[in-house]
Protein backbone atom coordinates (compact mmCIF):
# COMPACT_ATOMS: atom_id res chain seq x y z
CA UNK A 1 0.00 0.00 0.00
CA UNK A 2 1.09 3.53 -1.06
CA UNK A 3 2.14 5.73 1.75
CA UNK A 4 1.37 8.60 -0.36
CA UNK A 5 -2.11 9.68 -0.99
CA UNK A 6 -3.65 12.46 -3.58
CA UNK A 7 -5.55 15.07 -2.49
CA UNK A 8 -6.84 18.40 -4.16
CA UNK A 9 -6.61 21.22 -1.22
CA UNK A 10 -7.58 25.19 -1.39
CA UNK A 11 -3.87 26.75 -0.26
CA UNK A 12 -6.12 30.25 0.05
CA UNK A 13 -9.10 31.75 -1.39
CA UNK A 14 -10.33 30.07 -4.55
CA UNK A 15 -6.97 28.47 -5.48
CA UNK A 16 -6.84 24.87 -5.47
CA UNK A 17 -3.89 22.09 -5.47
CA UNK A 18 -2.93 18.75 -6.58
CA UNK A 19 -0.99 17.76 -3.98
CA UNK A 20 0.51 14.44 -2.78
CA UNK A 21 0.04 13.95 1.55
CA UNK A 22 1.50 11.47 3.70
CA UNK A 23 -1.02 8.50 4.80
CA UNK A 24 -1.30 8.56 8.69
CA UNK A 25 -2.91 6.34 11.05
CA UNK A 26 -5.82 7.18 12.80
CA UNK A 27 -6.43 8.85 15.93
CA UNK A 28 -8.49 7.20 18.93
CA UNK A 29 -12.16 7.49 17.92
CA UNK A 30 -10.81 7.99 14.67
CA UNK A 31 -11.15 5.69 11.03
CA UNK A 32 -9.25 5.99 7.89
CA UNK A 33 -11.33 5.94 4.61
CA UNK A 34 -10.18 4.93 1.14
CA UNK A 35 -12.49 7.35 -0.53
CA UNK A 36 -15.00 5.98 -3.38
CA UNK A 37 -16.72 9.00 -4.55
CA UNK A 38 -17.39 12.95 -2.84
CA UNK A 39 -20.37 15.08 -3.86
CA UNK A 40 -19.77 18.49 -5.17
CA UNK A 41 -21.74 20.89 -2.68
CA UNK A 42 -22.26 24.59 -2.94
CA UNK A 43 -21.36 24.50 1.02
CA UNK A 44 -17.97 23.85 -0.35
CA UNK A 45 -17.85 27.67 -0.93
CA UNK A 46 -17.89 27.67 2.92
CA UNK A 47 -13.78 26.31 2.69
CA UNK A 48 -13.03 27.22 -0.91
CA UNK A 49 -14.28 31.39 -0.97
CA UNK A 50 -13.26 30.86 3.29
CA UNK A 51 -16.58 32.08 4.20
CA UNK A 52 -15.57 30.14 7.13
CA UNK A 53 -12.44 30.26 8.99
CA UNK A 54 -9.91 28.35 7.60
CA UNK A 55 -6.63 27.07 8.35
CA UNK A 56 -4.96 26.66 5.06
CA UNK A 57 -4.21 24.45 3.58
CA UNK A 58 -7.73 22.54 3.65
CA UNK A 59 -9.17 19.40 1.99
CA UNK A 60 -13.18 20.54 1.01
CA UNK A 61 -15.61 17.96 0.77
CA UNK A 62 -18.50 16.72 3.21
CA UNK A 63 -20.26 14.27 0.67
CA UNK A 64 -17.76 11.30 1.70
CA UNK A 65 -18.39 7.19 0.68
CA UNK A 66 -15.56 5.06 0.64
CA UNK A 67 -13.69 1.87 2.71
CA UNK A 68 -12.84 1.56 6.27
CA UNK A 69 -9.21 0.42 5.84
CA UNK A 70 -7.64 1.30 9.68
CA UNK A 71 -9.10 1.56 12.79
CA UNK A 72 -7.86 4.43 15.50
CA UNK A 73 -7.97 2.67 19.02
CA UNK A 74 -11.76 2.36 20.69
CA UNK A 75 -13.49 2.21 17.69
CA UNK A 76 -16.22 -0.42 18.06
CA UNK A 77 -18.91 -1.02 15.64
CA UNK A 78 -16.83 -0.50 12.63
CA UNK A 79 -15.04 -2.84 10.36
CA UNK A 80 -11.88 -2.66 8.12
CA UNK A 81 -13.82 -2.94 4.23
CA UNK A 82 -16.85 -1.58 5.51
CA UNK A 83 -17.90 1.05 2.96
CA UNK A 84 -19.01 3.82 5.46
CA UNK A 85 -20.28 7.26 4.06
CA UNK A 86 -19.56 11.07 5.71
CA UNK A 87 -21.58 14.03 5.59
CA UNK A 88 -21.55 17.56 6.79
CA UNK A 89 -21.27 16.97 10.33
CA UNK A 90 -17.94 16.07 11.77
CA UNK A 91 -18.55 13.48 14.64
CA UNK A 92 -20.34 14.77 17.65
CA UNK A 93 -18.76 14.37 20.86
CA UNK A 94 -21.16 12.04 23.38
CA UNK A 95 -20.88 14.10 26.32
CA UNK A 96 -22.27 17.89 25.99
CA UNK A 97 -25.42 19.33 26.98
CA UNK A 98 -26.93 19.00 23.72
CA UNK A 99 -25.99 15.45 22.78
CA UNK A 100 -27.33 14.04 26.26
CA UNK A 101 -30.21 15.70 25.60
CA UNK A 102 -30.65 13.40 22.42
CA UNK A 103 -29.58 16.83 20.22
CA UNK A 104 -26.43 15.35 17.68
CA UNK A 105 -26.56 18.02 14.83
CA UNK A 106 -26.21 20.67 17.85
CA UNK A 107 -23.21 19.32 19.95
CA UNK A 108 -21.23 21.81 20.74
CA UNK A 109 -17.81 20.48 19.59
CA UNK A 110 -19.13 19.69 16.46
CA UNK A 111 -17.03 20.01 13.92
CA UNK A 112 -17.67 20.10 9.69
CA UNK A 113 -16.13 18.22 7.45
CA UNK A 114 -13.76 19.57 5.24
CA UNK A 115 -13.66 23.26 7.09
CA UNK A 116 -12.68 22.28 10.48
CA UNK A 117 -10.87 19.30 8.77
CA UNK A 118 -10.00 17.68 5.89
CA UNK A 119 -12.79 16.88 3.87
CA UNK A 120 -13.31 13.77 0.66
CA UNK A 121 -11.61 15.68 -2.16
CA UNK A 122 -9.14 13.11 -1.79
CA UNK A 123 -7.77 9.88 -2.15
CA UNK A 124 -7.93 9.33 1.74
CA UNK A 125 -9.71 10.38 4.95
CA UNK A 126 -9.96 10.35 8.20
CA UNK A 127 -13.32 10.55 10.20
CA UNK A 128 -14.71 10.38 13.31
CA UNK A 129 -16.12 7.05 13.94
CA UNK A 130 -19.17 9.25 15.29
CA UNK A 131 -19.65 10.47 11.96
CA UNK A 132 -20.00 7.43 9.85
CA UNK A 133 -22.78 6.47 7.78
CA UNK A 134 -23.78 3.03 6.49
CA UNK A 135 -23.91 2.56 2.94
CA UNK A 136 -26.65 0.07 1.42
CA UNK A 137 -25.05 -3.00 -0.70
CA UNK A 138 -27.70 -1.46 -3.53
CA UNK A 139 -26.47 2.07 -3.61
CA UNK A 140 -23.45 2.87 -5.80
CA UNK A 141 -20.81 4.88 -4.15
CA UNK A 142 -21.13 7.93 -6.46
CA UNK A 143 -25.14 7.76 -6.03
CA UNK A 144 -24.65 7.43 -2.55
CA UNK A 145 -22.55 10.46 -2.05
CA UNK A 146 -25.01 13.43 -2.47
CA UNK A 147 -27.80 12.05 -0.17
CA UNK A 148 -25.83 12.31 2.37
CA UNK A 149 -25.64 16.24 2.36
CA UNK A 150 -28.42 17.04 -0.34
CA UNK A 151 -30.74 13.95 0.30
CA UNK A 152 -29.83 14.02 4.32
CA UNK A 153 -31.39 17.78 4.46
CA UNK A 154 -34.12 17.70 2.90
CA UNK A 155 -35.18 14.16 3.62
CA UNK A 156 -34.68 15.17 7.28
CA UNK A 157 -36.89 18.13 6.87
CA UNK A 158 -39.97 16.39 5.75
CA UNK A 159 -39.73 13.94 7.76
CA UNK A 160 -39.74 16.05 10.70
CA UNK A 161 -41.95 18.51 9.31
CA UNK A 162 -45.79 18.97 11.13
CA UNK A 163 -46.97 17.80 7.16
CA UNK A 164 -49.02 14.40 7.26
CA UNK A 165 -50.03 12.34 3.80
CA UNK A 166 -51.99 13.78 1.94
CA UNK A 167 -51.26 17.34 3.07
CA UNK A 168 -50.04 20.46 0.56
CA UNK A 169 -46.15 20.72 0.70
CA UNK A 170 -44.60 23.39 -1.70
CA UNK A 171 -40.30 22.69 -2.61
CA UNK A 172 -39.30 26.05 -3.70
CA UNK A 173 -36.48 25.09 -6.02
CA UNK A 174 -35.69 22.59 -8.62
CA UNK A 175 -32.00 22.54 -8.00
CA UNK A 176 -29.33 20.43 -6.61
CA UNK A 177 -31.69 19.82 -3.17
CA UNK A 178 -34.89 20.49 -4.80
CA UNK A 179 -35.15 17.33 -7.21
CA UNK A 180 -34.82 15.36 -4.31
CA UNK A 181 -37.11 17.24 -2.18
CA UNK A 182 -39.72 16.32 -5.06
CA UNK A 183 -39.11 12.93 -4.96
CA UNK A 184 -39.15 12.68 -1.17
CA UNK A 185 -41.98 14.65 -0.65
CA UNK A 186 -44.10 12.04 -3.41
CA UNK A 187 -42.86 9.39 -1.83
CA UNK A 188 -43.72 9.88 1.87
CA UNK A 189 -47.64 9.94 0.47
CA UNK A 190 -47.65 14.29 0.27
CA UNK A 191 -49.44 16.38 -2.75
CA UNK A 192 -46.75 18.22 -4.08
CA UNK A 193 -46.28 21.43 -5.71
CA UNK A 194 -43.43 22.49 -7.10
CA UNK A 195 -41.99 26.02 -7.55
CA UNK A 196 -39.52 27.18 -10.11
CA UNK A 197 -38.51 30.32 -12.12
CA UNK A 198 -40.03 30.03 -15.89
CA UNK A 199 -41.25 26.82 -17.53
CA UNK A 200 -38.15 24.98 -18.20
CA UNK A 201 -38.60 23.21 -15.21
CA UNK A 202 -42.19 22.27 -15.53
CA UNK A 203 -41.95 18.89 -16.99
CA UNK A 204 -38.94 17.48 -15.24
CA UNK A 205 -40.85 18.25 -11.92
CA UNK A 206 -43.67 16.07 -12.82
CA UNK A 207 -41.28 13.48 -13.69
CA UNK A 208 -40.00 14.05 -10.05
CA UNK A 209 -42.71 13.46 -8.84
CA UNK A 210 -44.65 16.70 -8.40
CA UNK A 211 -48.53 17.07 -8.86
CA UNK A 212 -48.58 20.22 -9.90
CA UNK A 213 -45.98 23.06 -11.10
CA UNK A 214 -45.75 26.86 -10.19
CA UNK A 215 -43.86 28.98 -12.50
CA UNK A 216 -42.83 31.63 -9.98
CA UNK A 217 -42.01 34.04 -13.31
CA UNK A 218 -45.50 34.44 -14.63
CA UNK A 219 -47.44 34.03 -11.52
CA UNK A 220 -47.48 35.23 -7.18
CA UNK A 221 -46.57 31.16 -6.03
CA UNK A 222 -48.62 32.21 -2.57
CA UNK A 223 -51.50 32.94 -4.52
CA UNK A 224 -51.28 29.89 -6.05
CA UNK A 225 -50.68 27.67 -3.16
CA UNK A 226 -53.44 28.95 -1.95
CA UNK A 227 -55.88 28.61 -4.68
CA UNK A 228 -54.55 24.79 -4.03
CA UNK A 229 -56.12 25.12 -0.51
CA UNK A 230 -52.36 26.05 0.98
CA UNK A 231 -49.47 24.38 1.78
CA UNK A 232 -48.90 22.93 5.17
CA UNK A 233 -45.17 23.36 4.20
CA UNK A 234 -42.91 25.21 2.13
CA UNK A 235 -39.68 23.57 1.62
CA UNK A 236 -37.19 26.56 0.39
CA UNK A 237 -34.48 24.90 -0.74
CA UNK A 238 -33.08 28.02 -2.59
CA UNK A 239 -30.44 30.55 -0.85
CA UNK A 240 -32.05 33.93 -0.42
CA UNK A 241 -34.38 35.53 2.04
CA UNK A 242 -36.25 37.25 -0.29
CA UNK A 243 -37.93 33.94 -1.93
CA UNK A 244 -39.09 32.87 1.63
CA UNK A 245 -40.79 35.88 1.95
CA UNK A 246 -42.49 35.48 -1.50
CA UNK A 247 -43.99 32.19 -0.74
CA UNK A 248 -44.90 32.86 3.05
CA UNK A 249 -48.43 33.79 2.68
CA UNK A 250 -49.28 30.41 0.53
CA UNK A 251 -49.18 28.74 3.91
CA UNK A 252 -52.23 27.52 5.41
CA UNK A 253 -53.13 28.26 8.86
CA UNK A 254 -50.36 26.67 11.03
CA UNK A 255 -48.01 26.01 8.43
CA UNK A 256 -44.42 26.26 8.38
CA UNK A 257 -42.00 27.48 5.74
CA UNK A 258 -38.35 25.45 6.11
CA UNK A 259 -35.59 27.15 4.87
CA UNK A 260 -32.66 25.02 3.74
CA UNK A 261 -31.22 27.72 1.43
CA UNK A 262 -28.18 29.47 2.80
CA UNK A 263 -27.27 33.83 1.91
CA UNK A 264 -26.51 36.54 3.37
CA UNK A 265 -29.88 37.84 2.50
CA UNK A 266 -32.44 38.54 5.61
CA UNK A 267 -35.85 36.69 5.73
CA UNK A 268 -38.08 39.98 5.56
CA UNK A 269 -42.19 38.86 6.80
CA UNK A 270 -44.59 41.34 8.21
CA UNK A 271 -45.86 40.48 11.73
CA UNK A 272 -49.34 40.32 10.10
CA UNK A 273 -48.73 37.26 8.35
CA UNK A 274 -47.15 35.26 11.12
CA UNK A 275 -50.18 36.04 13.33
CA UNK A 276 -53.01 36.29 11.30
CA UNK A 277 -53.06 32.53 10.68
CA UNK A 278 -50.24 31.50 13.04
CA UNK A 279 -47.94 30.76 10.51
CA UNK A 280 -44.17 29.74 11.49
CA UNK A 281 -40.66 30.23 9.59
CA UNK A 282 -37.81 27.61 10.98
CA UNK A 283 -34.42 26.49 9.46
CA UNK A 284 -33.11 22.84 8.92
CA UNK A 285 -29.52 21.76 9.31
CA UNK A 286 -28.33 18.31 7.81
CA UNK A 287 -29.53 15.60 10.03
CA UNK A 288 -27.59 13.24 12.38
CA UNK A 289 -25.93 9.95 11.07
CA UNK A 290 -28.65 7.76 12.16
CA UNK A 291 -31.05 9.67 10.13
CA UNK A 292 -28.49 9.39 7.30
CA UNK A 293 -28.72 5.94 7.55
CA UNK A 294 -32.60 6.17 7.03
CA UNK A 295 -31.74 8.92 4.57
CA UNK A 296 -30.28 6.19 2.54
CA UNK A 297 -32.37 2.98 3.70
CA UNK A 298 -35.52 5.10 2.23
CA UNK A 299 -33.89 6.21 -0.71
CA UNK A 300 -33.25 2.57 -1.61
CA UNK A 301 -36.98 1.62 -1.24
CA UNK A 302 -38.43 4.02 -2.75
CA UNK A 303 -35.95 4.56 -5.75
CA UNK A 304 -35.18 8.57 -5.17
CA UNK A 305 -32.04 9.20 -6.63
CA UNK A 306 -30.29 12.31 -7.57
CA UNK A 307 -29.17 13.11 -11.04
CA UNK A 308 -25.81 13.37 -11.35
CA UNK A 309 -22.38 13.78 -13.32
CA UNK A 310 -18.96 11.59 -12.52
CA UNK A 311 -16.26 13.55 -13.08
CA UNK A 312 -12.21 12.06 -11.50
CA UNK A 313 -10.77 13.92 -8.47
CA UNK A 314 -8.11 15.61 -10.33
CA UNK A 315 -11.52 17.70 -11.84
CA UNK A 316 -12.48 18.94 -9.13
CA UNK A 317 -11.68 22.63 -9.46
CA UNK A 318 -14.05 22.75 -12.77
CA UNK A 319 -16.30 20.28 -11.05
CA UNK A 320 -16.58 23.07 -8.15
CA UNK A 321 -16.67 25.83 -10.53
CA UNK A 322 -19.51 24.34 -12.94
CA UNK A 323 -21.49 23.73 -9.86
CA UNK A 324 -21.02 27.63 -8.58
CA UNK A 325 -22.14 28.63 -11.99
CA UNK A 326 -25.23 27.14 -11.57
CA UNK A 327 -24.38 24.61 -14.07
CA UNK A 328 -24.64 21.59 -12.79
CA UNK A 329 -27.81 18.84 -13.69
CA UNK A 330 -27.64 18.57 -10.89
CA UNK A 331 -25.25 17.13 -8.26
CA UNK A 332 -21.25 17.07 -9.84
CA UNK A 333 -19.67 13.64 -7.74
CA UNK A 334 -15.44 13.10 -7.71
CA UNK A 335 -14.56 9.80 -8.52
CA UNK A 336 -10.92 8.50 -6.91
CA UNK A 337 -9.81 5.44 -10.03
CA UNK A 338 -13.14 5.13 -11.85
CA UNK A 339 -14.51 3.70 -8.73
CA UNK A 340 -18.26 4.34 -7.88
CA UNK A 341 -19.86 4.23 -10.61
CA UNK A 342 -23.40 4.91 -11.11
CA UNK A 343 -26.24 3.27 -11.03
CA UNK A 344 -29.43 5.63 -11.39
CA UNK A 345 -31.65 5.44 -14.24
CA UNK A 346 -31.74 9.31 -15.39
Known amino acids: MSAMYRAIQVTRPGEFATVMKPLVDPGPGQVRIRVEAC ?53 SCGYCEFCRGGDLVNCR ?16 MIAKATALVRIPDHLSSADAAPLLCAGLTTFNALRNSPAKAGDLV ?23 AAIG ?17 IDSAATDPAAALQRLGGAKVILVTASGGKTVGETFTGLRPGGVSIDLGVGPEPIE ?22 TGDATLRFSVLSGVSAMIEIVPLEEAA ?29
Open 197 to 213: RGTQSAALAKQLGAHHY
Open 170 to 192: AVLGIGGLGHLAVQYARHMGFEV
Open 318 to 346: SAYAKMMAGKARFRMVLVTNGSGDAGHPW
Open 269 to 290: LTNVDLIFGSRKVEGSLTGSPA
Open 39 to 91: GVCHSDAGTVEASFPISWPRVPGHEVVGRIDALGSGVQGWAVGQRVGVGFLGG
Open 109 to 124: NQEFTGIHSDGGYAEV
